[in-house]
Every structure is written in structure tokens, then in C-alpha cells.
């Protein structure tokens, strides 16, 4: 009797660890939480706005583009932050998504001391601000689309995978600081920042990358990313001077992810 009873309670506890090996196996790492932190650099053209006039012995480097034919290239610097959960869909392929909040800033600046800028005046008389540097930092809001391949099944500690994706911007918010060239001219300050054009609400681009992801399923890992090419769906005015030129640098980007059993 007493060994029947030993030889039960043992097939009980090796059948119990079956049954939680299995229902645990299916769901184990399917789902993570992660954070990212990323940077990327955009190719822009910059032209002198309409607002802007010359002032004596001033040499316009954008308009001098302008005329020749070409625009001002220049090249902006995002950081971002996302929350991003991904799915583990098969042991190969995964998506992921989320929201994310981007920013870069901008600016416009006289090569010498200062540039005129035209402001709202009466019937007889056109006014006009000395400027010495116009600095505007863009926010976005946006959400990402990726899918990744596992290009082996296996699940190593170490493990290689490629991406692609899309980000959809859908908010912009700005934050311009004008460098007055005279402190009397302050109190205008708000009356060239109506005169300014607002960044586009919406934009979009897609990109490809290459990463690598530390850590085992079921467990917390970072992953690691270098993302070539990004590439913009059209063009949009980045910033009040800057407009998208449709194609990007490049990338890089760090996540860390937390499981989430099912």
C-alpha cells in the first residue's frame, strides 16, 4: 500500500509538471512591453522665406542657392521615444507597434549680424525687424508599424533579425524662440511668429534596418537597430523653413522589452 501510495503521488507530480510545462511553453515571450529610445537624421532643403529681405553688405546663402537653382540642403537630427509592444506571431516572425513622441530642432540664421524680416504695418508704412537667428524645436506624435524576421528558428541568446516598418505622424506641436538683433524689439516677437509657416500635421516614411536582439524568450532583452534606408512618402515642410527633401540617412535605435504571459 505504501508503495502504491509513493508511486501515485510521484506520476501526480510528474504529470502537474507536465501539464504547467505545456501550458506555459505556447505563451512563453509571445507578448513584450518595450521601450525605445532611437535617433535619426533627415535630409531637408531650406529656403529663404517669404518674409525675409536684405539688409546692407548681407550675403544670403539660401537665396544664392535659390537662384543658381538649388535649395539649401540641410540635415536635421530627430531623438525619440517610443512605447512599443511586439507579438511574437510564429517562432520566426513578429509585429510590433505603438506610440511614439519625436522632436528635432531648426533654425534660421543671418550669416553676419542680422537679417530683415517684414511684419504687418499700416497703409503708408512697411515695417521691418532686425533678426539675428530664428531656432525652432518641432514635436511629433506618431505611430510606428514593424515586422521582424528571424532569419534562423532557433532561439539564441544572440540573436540576428531584419525589419521594416512605417511611421505615421499625425501631431505636430512647435516651440520658436526668436534672437532679436535689438532687445527693443522683443514686444514684436509674437508678431513674427504669426508671420511664420506651420510645420505639416500629418507625415509619413518608411524604412528597412538590421538588428539584434540579447536575451532568451520568456525573459527581459534589449535589442539593438540600424535602420537603412528612410525613406519619406512625399514631401511636407518639416519645420516653418525647412521642407522634406524624401530620403532619409540613417538610424539607430535601442529598446529594452519585458514579457507578458497570456
Known sequence: ???????????????????????????????????????????????TPSQVRQANLYYDKYDSY???GYYYRNVINATYFTLKPE????????????????????????????????????QNNTNYLKIARIEQTVYKLGIPLEFRLYPRRRDHFVRQYFLVGAMFNFATFTNTDIDMYNEFADRYEDSVKETL???????????????????????????????????????????SFSKSSGTGVIGIATSLKIPIAL
Open 87 to 122: 507579438y511574437q506571431l510564429t517562432e520566426r516572425f513578429s509585429v510590433a507597434s505603438g506610440f511614439r513622441l519625436s522632436f528635432y530642432k531648426d533654425q534660421f540664421d543671418a550669416n553676419y549680424n542680422y537679417f530683415l524680416w517684414q511684419i504687418k504695418g499700416d
Open 197 to 239: 509657416t506651420r510645420p505639416d500635421n500629418f507625415s509619413s516614411y518608411y524604412y528597412a534596418g538590421i538588428g539584434l536582439k540579447i536575451g532568451k524568450a520568456g525573459y527581459p532583452s534589449a535589442n539593438f537597430e540600424v535602420l537603412f534606408p528612410m525613406v519619406s512618402f512625399g514631401e511636407y515642410m518639416i519645420s
Open 1 to 47: 500500500m505504501q508503495k502504491i501510495t509513493i508511486t501515485f503521488i510521484a506520476c501526480l507530480i510528474l504529470l502537474t509538471n507536465n501539464i504547467m510545462a505545456q501550458s506555459e511553453e505556447p505563451i512563453l515571450g509571445r507578448l513584450k512591453i518595450g521601450v525605445e529610445l532611437g535617433s535619426h537624421y533627415m535630409n531637408s532643403n531650406m529656403e
Open 66 to 68: 535659390r537662384r543658381l
